[in-house]
């Protein structure tokens, strides 16, 4: 595996259970909130969203991302 491959895989298992553990939240909070980049966020978010595991809807101005049940 790669290493941004791989990095990006940690990056979003760091986002499942930030949603896991607090529920849908904006988009924009994710980076800060799990402590990573706003680039690798957005790729991890692809990569959890082409697995089938996120919701995404739009809320107000905001994109809300939580996690499937």
């Known amino acids: 595996m790669e ?10 298992g760091s986002i499942w259970k930030l949603l ?3 529920g849908p939240m904006p988009k924009s909070r994710i ?3 799990a402590e990573i ?3 690798l966020a957005n790729m991890a978010i692809g990569w959890l969203a082409r697995e089938g595991k996120l919701t995404l809807r ?3 101005a ?5 996690l499937k049940e």
Do not use: V
């Open 58 to 60: 739009k809320e107000k």
């Open 37 to 39: 980049s706003p680039q």
């Open 3 to 12: 290493l941004l491959e791989k990095e990006i895989g940690e990056a979003a």
């Open 20 to 22: 896991k553990a607090n």
């Open 31 to 33: 980076p800060k909130s």
């Open 62 to 66: 905001s994109d809300l991302i939580g």
